[in-house]
């Protein structure tokens, strides 16, 4: 009656979605829930069988297995030891290798910043909200766990804009203090300040307005934009969350399916190990949101006027020094 | 109004009236205000010709010849040549000296620059006025109204100071060209015209 680990899911099988929608699958409740309660050795052969494919392809004989409920025991905080962090690394890298096709989708998380300006400026740069990564709906034997996002847009590019601009003003108190509210106009802020240089965080759709703007302060003395293509650091980051996502949700699963006490803590020290990778994961994904929305501007304002030359004397009045054509005369 | 009254507001009228060492208002005709402040303030023409006026605190001894040889022996360093110089005086009547100077810049370009200088027992007051030298017909005529514009502040009622001396510019002139610190290259050349100096003052 009971079929040994080897039979039941061979890994080659849950990848094929065909597979495990079929009924020979479905009817696995009956095959595994004897595995799963006899040992935690069985336990962890069914969590890595589970892990090796539900990072992609969904095992509904797992998720609709109707065990009965257990509150786990194990405390709230829990250290990983080093076996979790393998197991949560397997895990990981059970999933498909960031890039392949199915793994771009994003969950039509960003729109691409395109630099189509001409002079390499961004043109539009528009960061939609970020959909859901996963959708969780049941649907006639589907997996449960699918993508609910359109597919994937080839062509987006997820860029970074740093620029820089040195201007030459008139009055430069004056000009600080109206750099400072340009941010505001536009919906940055500004990052750090200081007597004569700015670096101010501007939405990166408004970045070429934002430069056009600080140009009339004065004259351009030099000006800068460098585009940083973090595409595929993005798209990485992303994937690995999601099929993370999908492992802890399963590991849940399990959890609530736990018969003893032990089993509980392997789990949950699984879990954990999941759950603070994918804290890592999701906040270097908000960085590169960030950055990527929010471009990084450094104004550097420099006083326009006459070039006052400091001749080396050992004169006690050196009051001539500050006169002269140089210092008064207006270039 | 009593009496109480008249003497705060004169009080503070004197006070705010002491606070500046020169007072040069409305800016003069044809150039715009810059910046100002207590010791400075800078105008700008619309041919980028620059006028300043500046305030160096005054010491023991600085008297209108003192500083005025100091000005010209430091110009003449420089490369400055003296074409003029002229006693001036303010709008309140305190003497001071003009020079002219003819100058070319580094990159080749003739300008003209003109300095007046009002000493006074706190201050000395410079008011300088520099451009291309193909404005300086333009300008030459316009400094004279200018210092008579501008108010100079910082003399004592039982002072000499304000009215002193006119600087003996042959002798700022020898003592540049024989400045041993300086090569000959560096040495300013001769001024080619130096007009004899007004009338001393006992």
Redesign the interface.
């Known amino acids: 009656m009971i079929q040994p680990p080897v039979m039941i899911q061979p890994p080659v099988m849950i990848q094929s979605p065909v597979m495990i929608q079929s009924p020979v699958m479905i009817q696995s409740p009956v095959m595994i829930r004897p595995v799963m309660i006899r040992s935690p050795a069985s336990l962890l052969v069914v969590m890595l069988l589970a892990l090796g494919g539900c990072a992609k392809a969904k095992t509904s004989a797992m998720m609709d297995y109707p065990g009965e409920a257990m509150a786990p025991a194990a405390p709230s905080t829990w250290d990983p030891g080093p076996s979790d962090y393998e197991f949560a690394k397997s895990a990981d890298e059970s999933a498909e290798p960031a890039g392949a096709p199915a793994e771009r989708e994003i969950g039509g998380a960003e729109q691409a910043i395109h630099p189509s300006g001409a002079n390499g400026a961004p043109a539009r740069s528009e960061m939609a909200r970020p959909a859901s990564t996963v959708g969780t709906t049941v649907e006639e034997g589907r997996p449960r766990s699918e993508p609910t996002a359109d597919p994937p847009d080839v062509d987006a590019h997820y860029i970074v804009y740093v620029a820089e601009m040195v201007i030459a003003v008139?009055?430069l108190a004056e000009s600080m203090t109206r750099a400072e509210t340009i941010p505001e106009t536009f919906g940055g802020y500004v990052a750090t300040m200081s007597n004569d240089r700015l670096v101010l965080r501007v939405p990166a759709r408004n970045l070429r307005t934002v430069m056009e703007d600080l140009a009339r302060y004065g004259k351009v003395e030099h000006r800068t934009l460098q585009a940083q293509d973090v595409t595929a650091e993005f798209v990485d980051v992303d994937s690995r969350i999601r099929a993370l996502e999908e492992t802890h949700a399963q590991l849940l699963q399990l959890l609530s399916q736990a018969r003893t006490v032990p089993e509980a803590l392997q789990v949950r020290q699984a879990l954990d190990g999941i759950a603070t990778e994918l804290e890592v994961l999701k906040g270097r994904l908000r960085q590169l949101r960030n950055q990527i929305s929010f471009s990084t501007l450094t104004v550097q304002l420099i006083e326009r006027?006459?070039y006052e030359p400091t001749?080396s004397s050992n004169?006690p009045?050196p009051?001539?020094?500050?006169?002269?054509?140089?210092?008064?005369?207006?270039? | 109004m009593n009496m109480r009254t008249a003497i705060l507001m004169f009080g503070v009228a004197f006070t705010a009236m002491g606070c500046n060492a020169y007072r040069l208002r409305p800016p003069p005709a044809g150039f715009a205000e810059v910046s100002s402040d207590t010791h400075q303030a800078r105008f700008k023409a619309g041919d980028n010709v620059g006028l300043s006026v500046r305030v160096f605190d005054n010491v023991r001894g600085g008297t209108l010849a003192f500083w005025g040889e100091d000005l010209v022996r430091k110009l003449a360093q420089r490369g400055y040549t003296l074409v003029h110089h002229e006693p001036v005086h303010s709008k309140n009547r305190k003497e001071g000296t003009r020079f002219d100077f003819s100058y070319q810049a580094r990159d080749g370009v003739d300008k003209f620059y003109s300095v007046m200088l009002f000493v006074t027992d706190k201050h000395r007051i410079v008011v300088d006025m520099a451009g291309d030298e193909s404005f300086a017909a333009r300008y030459e005529s316009r400094l004279r109204p200018i210092a008579s514009e501008t108010t100079v502040r910082g003399c004592r009622p039982w002072g000499k100071l304000c009215n002193g001396d006119q600087p003996r510019l042959e002798l700022a002139v020898t003592t540049a060209t024989k400045d041993p610190a300086k090569s000959p290259d560096e040495a300013a050349p001769a001024p080619v015209e130096t007009p004899a100096p007004s009338p001393t003052k006992g």
């Open positions: 008139y009055d006027g006459p001749p004169d009045f009051w001539v020094d500050e006169l002269g054509v140089e210092a008064t005369e207006w270039k």
